[in-house]
């Protein structure tokens, strides 16, 4: 009996790891990596129509010139409401030196938006994406941060909350600034 015991767990075993696996690929999560393999990261920004909060299309090419931070968020997303008090004060320092932070909220209603964003006093602006953005960027998890410079150039991508200490490195790069300030 101990044997056939052994069987059925070990059988079990092996169909829980093949479910698994199957939903990973079913799904195109890959957890191994940080990047997506269609990384932006040093070349031009893709130029993509979001829908603003009033119901306006927004290019993102218009904020060429000025350094920009993409947020891509939803507003069930914990590490996104975790993240959320730092980049708004992030945008509150430096919005008049020019930064343009844009909250990319992932294929939500704007009620929903608009509800989370008076939550945490947001003051930065935020589009809803139908899915072309995140497409476009590679975003296959959220929060991700893509942090775009003066020229039109994807300078980093992060995958995940970023700490206050992140964002001041990543902030500093597309501002042309050395050190936070």
């Not at 069987?7 to 696996?21: D, P, Q, S």
Request: hydrophobic share 45%; with cysteine; net charge positive.
């Amino acid at each position: 009996m101990s044997k056939r015991f052994s069987g059925v767990v070990a059988g079990l075993i092996v169909l829980v790891l093949f479910t698994i696996a199957g939903l990973l690929l079913w799904t195109d999560v890959n957890v191994f990596r940080e990047t997506s393999t269609h990384s932006p990261i040093e070349k031009k920004a893709p130029d993509v129509s979001l829908i603003s909060m009033s119901g306006k299309p927004v290019r993102l090419s218009s904020f060429e010139g000025r350094p920009l931070w993409l947020n891509f968020f939803a507003t069930w997303c914990t590490p996104c409401k975790a993240e959320m008090p730092d980049v708004e004060k992030q945008y509150r320092r430096l919005h008049k030196r020019g930064l343009v932070v844009l909250g990319i909220d992932q294929q939500e209603t704007a009620a929903l938006v608009a509800d989370f964003s008076r939550r945490f006093d947001l003051s930065f602006p935020r589009v809803i994406d139908a899915g072309k953005a995140a497409e476009a960027y590679g975003v296959h998890a959220i929060p991700t941060s893509v942090f775009i410079d003066r020229a039109g150039i994807v300078r980093a991508v992060h995958i995940g909350a970023l700490s206050s200490a992140q964002m001041d490195a990543e902030l500093a790069k597309i501002m042309g600034t050395t050190g936070s300030s």
